[in-house]
């Protein structure tokens, strides 16, 4: 059997440049693929890369006061106040989760 050699540096370049419904097409290639792609190191890279906001919306209800912000761990640079959630409905909205291909 022969052996097989493979640059996972370059795999590194290329999905991190790749747009989210690839990369998640790509993350059932193999386990050591699917691995990369939630590096913390791949997720910054992918990121800057593909200019991906990677941020979290925290809210608190808390004696009637309500209170949100957003809080971020890839793209401190960015300013929150820059973010527009126009495309949400102008009627009370609840989002349960978010995950990497956007809101839930």
Not at 3 to 32: G, M, V
Not at 63 to 81: E, L
Request: glycine share 4%; proline share 3%; net charge positive.
């Amino acid at each position: 059997m022969a052996t097989r050699d493979f640059n996972w540096d370059l795999l590194f370049e290329i999905l991190s440049r790749a747009d989210l419904e690839t990369l998640r097409k790509c993350r059932i290639l193999s386990r050591e693929c699917n691995a990369l792609t939630y590096k913390s190191t791949f997720l910054r890279s992918h990121c800057e890369r593909t200019n991906t906001l990677c941020r979290y919306l925290i809210h608190s209800l808390q004696q009637g006061r309500s209170d949100s912000t957003f809080s971020s761990i890839h793209n401190p640079g960015v300013n929150p106040k820059s973010i527009s959630f126009d495309f949400l409905p102008a009627r009370r909205v609840r989002i349960l989760a978010g995950a990497d291909i956007g809101l839930c």
